[in-house]
Structure formats: C-alpha cells, structure tokens
C-alpha cells in the first residue's frame, strides 16, 4: 500500500469511518480529536457512535497498528504527510448560515504544527464548506499560521465525500466517484496516486477520477445534496397529492416515474421526511450563502419548507384516526433519522414528538441502537418522551404507533401484533412498509401517499 501515513482532524462520523477505512488498507493513520473520552475509547477499538459495520473494522484496525487515536493535532500533523480536514460545519441558528469555526481553528492550528516542519505537506479539506472557504480562509490560515506558501510547501485540495449514514463503510470503499478540488497540479497528482492505490481495480468506468478547482468541487458537495433532498421533498409532496384521490399509491407511481432512466428510482422513497446531518445544515447553508450575495434558492428553499412540514403530517393522520390527541398515548417506532446509524440530528421523531406532546399526548419511543442518542436529543429539545426497550414495550397500551424509521425488526410486524399489546390499534406507517390493504383491513391505519377511508 501507500507509503503515506494520514492525519485525520475530526472524530466524527465522516472522520472516524475515513481513518478506520484508511487504516484498513494499510495506510498508517492517526486521527486526533479534543474528545479525552473518545481517544480512549477509539485506541481500545470502541466507536462513540453507532455505524453500520464500524465496530469490528475499528477494533480490526487498532489490534493491527494502524489506527491510533490522539487529542494533539500537532503530534498527529507532524506523524504524517497529509491532513484530511473532516470536522463538523453546524448552520448559525439565527440566519442558517454556515459555521466554520471548527474548520477555521484547525486550518490555524495546522498551520502552527507546520512551522516545525520542513517537508511539503498536503492538507485536505473534507468538509462540507461553502464555494471560497478552503482556498480564502484555510489557505489563508495556513499560510498566515506556519509562514509557508500554498503550493510550494503545502498542497491543497477540497475533496468532497459523499458517504451516507449506515452504509458508510460500502461508501467510502466502493465510491462511484473520486472528486478532487485542486490548489495546483502538484497538490491534485499526489492525492490522485494515493487513491489509485487505496482503489485499485475500482478506479475507472465505475469510479472516475475527476479533478477540477476549489471552488467547483465545494460547490459539487452542495449541488449533490440540495438535489437529493429536493428529490425526497418532490416525491413527499407528490405522496400529499396522491393522498387526494382514493386508490392512488405513491409507491406505484414513484417506481414508475423512477424507471426512466433520467430519474431513476433512488431517493424517491416518501415518508416522513430527510434528517440527519448533512441535508438540514447544507441546504440552510447554501440558501443562506446565496441569500449573502442577493440571490433567493427557491427550489433549495421549497425542499426546505416541504420536509418541515412532512414530518408534522404524521401527527395530522394520527388526528384523523384518534380525533384530539390530547390525553392519548402515542408510541414512536424508530428514533433515529435513518435505520443503521443512532445518529438523532434533525430526525423527523424529534419534530413529531415535539407535535404531539404540544397536543397534550403522552409519547413514547423506541428504537434499536439510539436510545443514548435519543436521550440527549430530547433533553436538548426539552420534549418529554419515555423510552422503552422493545417494540412491545413501547406500543403496550397506546393509542398509536407512528413508524418513523424504517428498521428490519419492525417490517415483519402483523396487524396481529399491533391489535394484541395496543389499547387502540391504530398505526400511522410514516416510512411505507406495512401492507396498506392487509393493515386497513385489520386495524385503524394510515400510510404515507396512499389514501385509504375506512
């Protein structure tokens, strides 16, 4: 493998799924963080979070040597021969715009180690930061920070990562693009032969190596995820107007429309809406960046406006069915914003739990890997909700169970399940995978772009 040895600035879920990925190709990685907690717990082999598959090529990785895990960002840049900027870029919650604080801190605190350095060094920006951050102020930083010049003796690029939540691991190895945004030349070649290495074979028809400047590859990162979160908010606001004509599934009509080859079927699921945390932060960003320079995304903005108000549609077929809420018990099947990782940033559970409580409902919640996740998200939102340990738990003696994550435990469940621990059987499926028939058959139901009257 590659003689390189990476730096990692961040720990979080880009950051760690990268290092562990790296590592496990026999690239030497030290990955540093501010977090003493997770230092210790990642150089035992102990994800701090929830990912798919993560656990044991994390372990596999550190009983191999070549994982270790710091909290000095100096010993880590002086450890290696390229840094991968991967730190978190949350929206300001007053005007939505992009946070770089993090991002800014690390291109400074990079740029000090770099003074005790004498060797060319290339820095990596895989954060998601608006079009003119890495060149105009990480570059700025370095250079301003380590007294170095930027394509001299510091490369740098803005690589943009396209990983999802619960398939990361599949992502990072199996990627249907390589996207660079280069400095110069020099900075795009040496980052280019180290991933010609880390993919081998993969590399070429079914994964282009694209290069390009800066600032069309950060630009790159939001036009990916602006387009497939409208894409989701499309097919949920059609799923609204499938739900006005009885007999018309939105699940037929989105594999019909996803057939045609310019569409295709992927992100066209309706449900409760997108969470997590890149859509949320990197549409507000993007909306807030083009608002800066007098220009309105409306589309950007609409996809917005139509997720918000999915969410809260659930409650609205939980009224249909239950009447006023007020007094009811409500159970929330799936935390999480998405099945395979207990990540619980911006999870629809979170705005349907605060709905319903509002209405005077007592809720409770379960879900297979987020209950410590959840706990903290709910305190932050400062919503009362009881978490159970099970499915049973959870919809013993309710009134209604809302699915809002789609887990394989819960897509085997029959209506018998549901009328034999419910107090009201009545089940509000806001991720599509129950049987509309068989369940309107059987109980008090309601699905997502399907309109059944009882």
Avoid at 11 to 39: H, M, Y
Avoid at 66 to 93: Q, W, Y
Avoid at 101 to 130: C, F, P, W
């Amino acid at each position: 493998m590659s003689e390189y040895r990476v730096s990692i600035v961040g720990t979080g879920f880009v950051g760690l799924v990268t290092a562990v990925c790296f590592a496990d190709r026999g690239i030497k990685t030290i990955c540093s963080t501010r977090n003493e907690k997770n230092v210790e717990m990642i150089n035992k082999g102990i994800p701090p979070f929830f990912e798919n598959g993560l656990e044991e090529l994390l372990k596999k990785v550190v009983d191999e040597g070549n994982l270790v895990c710091t909290t000095s960002r100096e010993e880590a840049i002086l450890k290696s021969d390229m840094t991968l900027i991967i730190v978190g870029t949350p929206f300001n919650h007053i005007d939505k715009s992009i946070n770089l604080d993090y991002m800014e801190q690390a291109a400074i605190d990079i740029g000090k180690a770099l003074v005790k350095k004498n060797s060319y060094h290339l820095v990596v920006v895989r954060s998601t930061v608006v079009p003119g951050t890495s060149r105009n102020m990480v570059g700025k930083q370095l250079k301003n920070h380590s007294g170095k010049e930027i394509g001299k003796d510091i490369g740098l690029i803005m690589q943009p990562e396209f990983l999802a939540e619960g398939r990361s691991i599949e992502d990072t190895f199996w990627p249907d693009r390589v996207v660079i945004g280069e400095y110069d030349e020099k900075s795009g070649d040496l980052l280019q032969e180290l991933y010609e290495e880390f993919y081998g074979d993969h590399i070429g028809e079914k994964c282009p190596i694209i290069r390009m400047n800066i600032e069309s590859a950060e630009l790159v990162k939001y036009g990916n995820n602006c387009f497939l979160a409208t894409k989701i908010s499309f097919i949920n606001e059609l799923s609204r107007i499938a739900e006005l004509v009885p007999g018309v599934d939105i699940g037929k009509v989105a594999h019909g429309v996803g057939l045609d080859y310019r569409i295709n079927h992927r992100f066209l699921g309706s449900g409760v809406g997108w969470g997590g945390s890149c859509f949320p932060k990197d549409l507000n960003a993007i909306v807030a960046f083009a608002r800066s320079h007098g220009l309105e995304a409306q589309i950007i903005q609409s996809a917005i406006d139509v997720n918000d108000n999915q969410a809260l549609h659930a409650v609205a077929l939980a009224e249909e069915l239950l009447g006023d809420l007020k007094g009811k018990t409500i159970a929330l099947l799936g935390l999480a914003f998405k099945p395979g990782t207990d990540d619980m940033r911006y999870a629809p559970s979170r705005r349907i739990a605060a709905d319903v409580v509002a209405k005077g409902a007592v809720v409770k919640g379960y879900d297979p890997k987020a209950k410590e996740s959840a706990v903290e998200a709910f305190d932050q939102d400062k919503t009362v909700i009881t978490l159970t340990e099970s499915v049973i738990d959870v919809i013993k003696d309710s009134d209604c169970a809302i699915v809002c994550a789609e887990w394989d435990e819960f897509e085997n469940l029959e209506p018998s399940f549901f009328k034999s621990h419910m107090r009201t059987p009545c089940v509000v499926d806001g991720r599509r995978i129950y049987d509309p028939i068989l369940f309107s058959s059987e109980l008090q139901f309601r699905i997502i772009g399907y309109n059944i009257k009882d």
